[in-house]
């Protein structure tokens, strides 16, 4: 088959379906004959996932800093970069969503849960300690690199350093 004689199919088969939505033609038709609609799927705002994401790893880093003091000049930057993350995402949290004081596990049913102790386990040594916050980074990186992608230009940005900030943490601790 010849390029212009596909890219001629191809248009008419657009120009079929344009019209056809257009004049409520279709050849998907209900049981009563009226026209079958499927809505799109709405899109949901990850902010809150990513704030409980973020929220954890910064209580993992505060626990591995206080069982490791030994650790404690590598890590603290990391907490300190991660906390900062932190504030940044819930401020543009609480900008789109002004009368919510703050976020909530509620708001987040699919987050990362923290025992009810409120302590976090702690690996059994410095290297598993390291290790599973370079995983944390791992994680976190590739969440905020998927939610670039339905963001607005700002939370893009936004989510963009951060997951370039959390490169850097991984090859910190590599």
Same mark, same amino acid.
Do not use: K, W
């Given at each position: 088959?010849?390029?212009?004689?596909?890219l001629?199919?191809?248009?008419g088969?657009?120009a079929?379906?344009?019209?056809?939505?257009?004049?409520?033609c279709?050849?998907?038709?209900g049981?009563?004959?009226a026209?079958t609609?499927?809505p799109a799927?709405?899109?949901?705002?990850?902010?809150?996932?990513l704030?409980a994401?973020?929220?954890?790893? =910064?209580?993992?880093? @505060?626990a591995?800093?206080a %069982?490791?003091p030994?650790? *404690?000049? !590598?890590?603290?930057?990391?907490?300190?970069?991660r906390?900062?993350?932190l504030?940044?995402?819930e401020?543009?949290y609480a900008?789109?969503?002004?009368t919510?004081?703050g976020v909530?596990?509620a708001?987040a049913?699919?987050?990362?849960?923290v025992?009810?102790?409120?302590q976090?386990?702690?690996?059994?040594?410095?290297e598993a300690?390291i290790?599973?916050?370079?995983?944390?980074?791992?994680?976190?990186? =590739?969440?905020?690199? @998927?939610?670039?992608?339905? %963001?607005?230009?700002y939370? *893009?940005? !936004?989510?963009?350093?951060i997951?370039?900030?959390l490169?850097?943490?991984?090859a910190?601790?590599a």
């Amino acid at each position: 088959m010849r390029r212009r004689t596909f890219l001629s199919a191809v248009g008419g088969a657009a120009a079929l379906a344009i019209a056809s939505t257009v004049t409520g033609c279709s050849l998907f038709r209900g049981d009563d004959g009226a026209p079958t609609v499927v809505p799109a799927p709405a899109v949901s705002d990850p902010i809150t996932g990513l704030i409980a994401t973020t929220r954890l790893h =910064v209580l993992r880093l @505060d626990a591995a800093i206080a %069982a490791y003091p030994d650790q *404690a000049p !590598l890590l603290t930057p990391l907490r300190d970069d991660r906390a900062a993350q932190l504030s940044g995402l819930e401020a543009e949290y609480a900008r789109v969503n002004p009368t919510v004081t703050g976020v909530s596990s509620a708001d987040a049913p699919t987050a990362p849960t923290v025992p009810a102790s409120g302590q976090v386990p702690v690996p059994p040594s410095p290297e598993a300690a390291i290790s599973s916050i370079r995983g944390d980074a791992a994680t976190a990186q =590739v969440q905020f690199t @998927d939610a670039v992608s339905n %963001a607005s230009r700002y939370r *893009a940005a !936004l989510y963009g350093s951060i997951a370039a900030a959390l490169a850097s943490h991984r090859a910190i601790l590599a």
